[in-house]
């Protein structure tokens, strides 16, 4: 048997009703069975398209199905219980992430990626996922649950944006006044980011390989360089993912 967190979140309809059927029904499954079960949670909305605020929760599961077969289950469910796929991060009946499949890294994109790629710095899945699972550890961050939450509650939270300098300005000077607890600073140089790993750092350009076999070390660097043409709206939802 494997143990596996997954979040469960929605906004449209009864989503604490949804929640409580979508863990009967796996529940129901004699290969899943539910270990333990967060309180709900209610988190702004996420997107331009989003919709209205969200109520979240995060489950630990146990399982003798393979990571793909259980991320079946849970899409299965999902239709099940109302989930039509029509917006991008767009509102939604019920949402079932597979966020860690015990300690396994599975990169088969875009179907399933474990861990979540997102999971460690949204607050909306760490708040739940904290209250079940805060001693586990992100096999890739190699950091606990909980560790990677206490890094997000710094206020004001250093967010470093490593970019084209003048663009980075521009971010900066919009981005700054709607998000008041986050100090949005340039990086110009990989030293100009926290030692310390507080805070997040946001690459907006492609860097070499050799720059990112440094970047990626870093616990709370990110990579939001693959759509310029939206790296405004980018980077607002990672704030606001962030709880900012």
Request: hydrophobic share 45%.
């Amino acid at each position: 048997m494997t143990t596996c967190l997954i979040s469960l979140g929605g906004n449209l309809g009864d989503v604490a009703l949804a929640i409580d059927d979508a863990l009967r029904r796996l529940q129901r499954n004699p290969e899943i069975g539910v270990l333990q079960r967060s309180s709900l949670f209610r988190t702004q909305p996420v997107g331009a398209d989003a919709g209205s605020e969200f109520v979240n929760a995060a489950a630990e599961l146990e399982t003798s199905l393979t990571a793909h077969q259980l991320l079946g289950q849970l899409l299965a469910i999902e239709t099940e219980l109302g989930r039509v796929r029509t917006i991008h991060w767009g509102p939604r009946t019920l949402d079932l992430d597979l966020l860690f499949f015990g300690n396994a890294v599975i990169n088969d994109s875009p179907r399933l990626i474990v861990p979540h790629p997102m999971c460690w710095y949204r607050r909306f899945v760490l708040d739940p996922l904290a209250e079940i699972a805060p001693h586990f550890v992100h096999p890739g961050k190699h950091v606990s649950v909980v560790e990677l939450l206490r890094r997000l509650l710094v206020r004001p939270l250093p967010i470093c944006l490593v970019g084209d300098a003048k663009q980075v300005e521009m971010l900066i000077a919009d981005l700054q006044p709607k998000f008041p607890n986050a100090d949005l600073r340039c990086c110009h140089r990989l030293r100009d980011a926290p030692a310390n790993d507080a805070g997040l750092v946001i690459q907006l350009a492609p860097i070499t390989s050799s720059t990112f076999a440094v970047w990626s070390h870093h616990i709370v660097w990110l990579d939001a360089s693959g759509h310029p043409d939206r790296q405004h709206q980018d980077i607002a939802d990672i704030l606001c993912s962030a709880g900012l």
